[in-house]
């Protein structure tokens, strides 16, 4: 059995968040925002364009419960801490056979051939380029609502027509309804569990949407939080060399959020088509070779994954059982490291409560206004959210102890800034 340590923390990182000199080049939607390639994205109550105050971030107290971002509180594994350790000190050459290697053992696990994965530093920016490589003015983008924001900021920044569709009454991705959206997309956006719901989408169903989709359609499965789940991967998929794309992360189970590594799978037509999406927003750094080598011994540490997943879905269970027995609404279903629970006021307000009481929570979607999306932290950080929650449940919307309540803006992490 793996040892675990929470290591490299990200938790002081994100409360004296100061450097985002690679923001550009590791989420290049932003980088195109930035530089004024389309519209800027759309920015929810109170929030600063990208960058706008990097380097002078508020401070968070040092006791804020962080579990706003979907980030692994063990952080990285002790076999991934040894990689770090025993690569830094090679860093002053490049290494490129480093990455090689760790791009090998992918090919290995997951029987793909040669071409058929790009290491990446972290998955935002091969999503963006998996994204904007597929979508355009007569090539939209069908996507869930609510689900993760990435795909219609990057249908903006390429001004495609967007296309959202409501989940299921089980709050999956109705792929049916998605088909019928628009006779011939650029591309099909399916995160898979969704975030912000936890919830996931049946691999049967994302097969069917395979089978029956227009051809030179694309089917983008985002799978960061796969891992989580106890469910099957569309990832053969990429093997048979159908139109599909998947996108996965060394950011969540493996805890690296900090350290940025991640992946895109696809046919090598499909990844060569990367290279068209026209620069700035091509930029992509080059993954380090410490990154590397932490995500090489992650993917080779055997018990890595299934001790991880039981500890999330304890604690994930704990808190769920916690919230419906005091009669709270929840969105059911989650296997991720997140679940919704229903505020009954808007959830932007509600976040701001709860940051009074030293807890930040995730944000909000305007398909869901009154639910608010909560990260699965360790057992004593979700029994303080506990505390809070009901605490702030307590409270009159808008008020404290009757009185009305003018909160402060304050800064809450979110994967959203992630550089």
């Avoid at 793909?112 to 490589?133: H, V």
């Avoid at 591309?187 to 936890?198: C, E, F, H, S, W």
């Avoid at 890595?304 to 994930?316: A, F, G, H, W």
Wanted: hydrophobic share 40%; with cysteine.
């Amino acid at each position: 059995m793996s040892s675990f340590s929470t290591g490299v923390s990200r938790r002081n990182f994100m409360r004296i968040l100061g450097a985002a000199s690679a923001a550009a080049t590791s989420y290049p939607a932003l980088a195109a925002i930035q530089q004024g390639a389309a519209a800027a994205p759309v920015q929810g109550p109170g929030r600063k364009a990208f960058g706008a105050d990097m380097g002078d971030m508020r401070h968070l107290n040092a006791d804020t419960v962080i579990i706003s971002s979907n980030e692994n509180p063990l952080g990285p594994a002790q076999s991934a801490l040894g990689a770090i350790a025993t690569t830094a000190p090679l860093g002053g050459r490049y290494h490129m056979e480093e990455t090689m290697q760790t791009v090998q053992v992918l090919y290995d696990q997951f029987n793909l051939k040669k071409g058929y994965i790009a290491l990446t530093p972290g998955s935002g920016g091969p999503l963006d380029l998996a994204l904007m490589s597929n979508i355009g003015p007569d090539k939209p983008l069908v996507y869930a609502d609510p689900s993760y924001e990435q795909g219609p900021r990057a249908a903006d920044t390429m001004k495609a027509p967007k296309f959202p569709v409501p989940l299921t009454a089980t709050y999956a991705h109705d792929v049916r309804a998605m088909l019928k959206a628009h006779p011939s997309p650029g591309a099909y956006y399916i995160v898979n569990p969704n975030n912000p719901t936890g919830t996931m989408t049946p691999r049967e169903d994302i097969l069917w949407l395979l089978q029956n989709k227009p051809a030179g359609s694309v089917v983008i499965v985002d799978e960061a939080y796969f891992h989580f789940s106890d469910h099957e991967s569309v990832l053969d998929q990429v093997a048979a060399d159908k139109d599909i794309i998947v996108l996965r992360t060394f950011s969540k189970i493996y805890g690296m959020a900090g350290l940025r590594a991640g992946y895109a799978a696809g046919r090598p037509d499909l990844l060569a088509k990367f290279n068209t999406v026209a620069a700035p927003a091509r930029s992509l750094a080059s993954i380090s070779i410490t990154s590397s080598a932490a995500a090489r011994a992650s993917l080779l540490d055997k018990d890595l994954v299934s001790l991880r997943r039981k500890i999330n879905s304890d604690v994930r269970a704990e808190t769920l059982e916690f919230l419906t027995k005091k009669g709270y609404k929840i969105v059911p279903g989650s296997q991720a490291n997140m679940f919704m629970v229903d505020v009954k006021r808007p959830g932007r307000a509600f976040q701001m409560q709860m940051m009074k009481e030293n807890v930040a929570i995730g944000r909000t979607w305007a398909a869901m206004p009154n639910y608010v999306r909560v990260t699965v932290g360790t057992k004593d950080e979700m029994a303080k959210f506990e505390t809070a929650f009901v605490k702030c449940m307590d409270q009159a919307p808008g008020t404290v102890n009757g009185a009305e309540l003018h909160l402060p803006e304050h800064y809450v992490p979110s994967e959203l800034h992630r550089a």
